[in-house]
T-cell receptor, first 115, second 110 residues
Framework: DGGITQSPKYLFRKEGQNVTLSCEQNLNHDAMYWYRQDPGQGLRLIYYSQIVNDFQKGDIAEGYSVSREKKESFPLTVTSAQKNPTAFYLC??????????????FGEGSRLTVL | DQQVKQNSPSLSVQEGRISILNCDYTNSMFDYFLWYKKYPAEGPTFLISISSIKDKNEDGRFTVFLNKSAKHLSLHIVPSQPGDSAVYFCAATETNDMRFGAGTRLTVKP
């Protein structure tokens, strides 16, 4: 059945290490997104991609990097430059409406903890 | 700059009564509004949406109202059920991204 798969569900990282969170979708959606959730702050947009080989920074892109080599995949790398990486990360996809995004379909999330 | 605000972090209602969740926004260019529901350790799931050309959209027990002049929308759940207990996020969009509020935790007591 179709959906969005994020892995790993839980990840622990030592300070100074880069980690990559995986996001795969089989919904044939063109657009994919990465959000970060912190307590009391809702979801904040990190990066988004409307088509393969193209992506844009969101509100809090510093310390993160992404790639979109395949339509189905949109991995997020949390680099050592991210000052406060401990958070719950959510990947989403959508079929863009003309000019604006449609509803987002979310994965189950990845919780990253920096030790 | 938080463009979408949910000022009530939590709400508790009795089963069978109405739940009203509120959301305010600052960007008058937003043209599409959505509500998402989220259970712990899961991703949000889409609940209901409304276009800026409408002022009401209804889907079963869920109704969303939009007041553009006040830049305010609300989600009504009638009747509320214990299974509705979750965090509800309001979202708004105008271009290629979507802005979310901080969420309201709804607890429906049996």
């Amino acid at each position: 059945d179709g959906g969005i798969t994020q892995s790993p569900k839980y990840l622990f990282r030592k300070e100074g290490q880069n980690v990559t969170l995986s996001c795969e979708q089989n919904l044939n959606h063109d657009a994919m997104y990465w959000y970060r959730q912190d307590p009391g702050q809702g979801l904040r947009l990190i990066y988004y991609s409307q088509i393969v080989n193209d992506f844009q920074k969101g509100d809090i892109a510093e310390g993160y990097s992404v790639s979109r080599e395949k339509k189905e995949s949109f991995p997020l790398t949390v680099t050592s430059a991210q000052k406060n990486p401990t958070a719950f990360y959510l990947c989403a996809s959508s079929i863009p409406r003309v000019g604006t995004p449609g509803e987002l379909f979310f994965g189950e999330g990845s919780r990253l903890t920096v030790l | 700059d938080q463009q979408v605000k949910q000022n009530s972090p939590s709400l508790s209602v009795q089963e069978g009564r109405i739940s009203i969740l509120n959301c305010d926004y600052t960007n008058s260019m937003f043209d599409y509004f959505l509500w998402y529901k989220k259970y712990p350790a899961e991703g949000p799931t889409f609940l209901i949406s409304i276009s800026s050309i409408k002022d009401k959209n209804e889907d079963g027990r869920f109704t969303v109202f939009l007041n553009k002049s006040a830049k305010h929308l609300s989600l009504h759940i009638v009747p509320s059920q214990p299974g509705d207990s979750a965090v509800y996020f309001c979202a708004a969009t105008e271009t290629n991204d979507m802005r979310f509020g901080a969420g309201t935790r709804l607890t429906v007591k049996p």
